[in-house]
């Protein structure tokens, strides 16, 4: 595989570094240095997740002519879930050691667990650790529900449907953040247009590959995003983000190189996953001085790393051959189930199956 196909397939270096500048402006703003660096780099993480799913389920649509849900949804089950058990389990430890409830514990733990921590906050309680998974719901909501919608749609109304869908959804998400501020900030109908806008740039990029863009478009966006962050109203910020972080998407795997690609921000990028999960809890353990704040996200990084190192990548690595064994085991008593049926016994009709 020559590099362009690795791009292609979702390894671009310079997304890893966007990824790492996502997470940086989330931690930022945490930690206490001022302006809405978590609203932007939470919405920059949306539009990345949407450009580099559907990148990759378009090309299976075009290799294959269908898409494996199974295989599908148990890669993102086997990259998602592993480090969020740790997480919370770690999470509820520290709670308990500065002296909360196993109570309390089930109360923040059971939102996150089964992905509604958004619809959690709005309609129920307000959670006091693990409030930062509302992102992740609105991402798990999105992998649920595309793939199906992008099959369904027909190739060649693909680009149209979807530029009519963004503009849909972001007028959905304008009246919603208007009418109810919360629902408008978290809910996964008012940010399903950043993960649209994601969708639309991978798409218009295989169908549109000739735009270019210059070398230094890269750090721009970067620099205006950085600068969105200045905006306080979400319903005026929130448009504007996601227009910036598409086209620096688009322009970070248009670009052959630039700063936004350098290690130590692709090393940020890798462990983003983990560092968006641990840096809350320790930020709370470490109360309201910034010394200690900072100290506690650093440590963050450390434990984040840890969770790459130790957790993810491993199972990164034996994802595929665990998803061919049980394929394997699926066949073998498909296969056993009919031996045991016998000749002249018709098998009784299964429903159709994507």
């Avoid at 709670?95 to 089930?106: E, M, P, Q, T, Y």
């Avoid at 983990?274 to 010394?291: N, T």
């Avoid at 296969?335 to 009784?348: K, L, N, V």
Wanted: contains cysteine.
């Amino acid at each position: 595989m020559n590099n362009s196909d690795r791009a292609d397939r979702g390894r671009w270096p310079m997304l890893d570094g966007l990824r790492g500048i996502a997470i940086l402006l989330v931690l930022g703003s945490h930690v206490g240095m001022g302006g809405n660096g978590g609203a932007v780099g939470v919405t920059l993480f949306f539009v990345l997740s949407g450009f580099l799913i559907t990148n990759l389920l378009v090309i299976e649509l075009e290799d294959k002519g269908s898409i494996q849900l199974g295989r599908f949804y148990f890669r993102r089950a086997y990259r998602l879930l592993p480090a969020l058990f740790l997480y919370l389990v770690g999470a509820g430890l520290i709670a308990i050691a500065f002296g909360r409830s196993l109570g309390w514990v089930w109360k923040e733990t059971w939102p996150p667990l089964l992905y509604v921590a958004n619809y959690s906050q709005i309609l129920m309680t307000e959670l006091e650790m693990n409030w930062q998974t509302w992102s992740l719901a609105v991402e798990e909501h999105f992998y649920l529900v595309w793939p199906l919608l992008l099959f369904l749609i027909p190739s060649g109304r693909r680009l149209r449907l979807l530029g009519v869908g963004v503009l849909v959804l972001a007028v959905w998400s304008g009246f919603t953040s208007f009418v109810d501020s919360d629902w408008g900030y978290s809910s996964t109908d008012a940010n399903a247009y950043a993960l649209a806008a994601g969708c639309l740039v991978a798409v218009t990029r295989r169908e549109k590959p000739a735009i270019r863009f210059p070398r230094w478009s890269p750090v721009l966006g970067v620099v205006l995003l950085a600068a969105a962050t200045a905006i306080p109203t979400h319903a005026i910020r929130q448009p504007i983000v996601v227009a910036i972080a598409a086209l620096t998407v688009w322009a970070c795997v248009a670009v052959q190189a630039s700063v936004v690609g350098a290690r130590p921000l692709r090393f940020v990028g890798r462990i983003s996953y983990g560092l968006y999960l641990w840096h809350v809890p320790l930020l709370m353990a470490a109360g309201s001085v910034l010394v200690y704040r900072v100290l506690a996200a650093i440590a963050s990084v450390g434990v984040a790393w840890l969770s790459w190192t130790l957790v993810e990548r491993p199972l990164l690595g034996r994802r595929e051959d665990h998803w061919n064994r049980l394929k394997a085991r699926r066949r073998q008593y498909e296969r056993e189930t009919d031996s045991e049926r016998g000749p002249g016994i018709p098998e009784a009709p299964s429903p159709a199956v994507l």
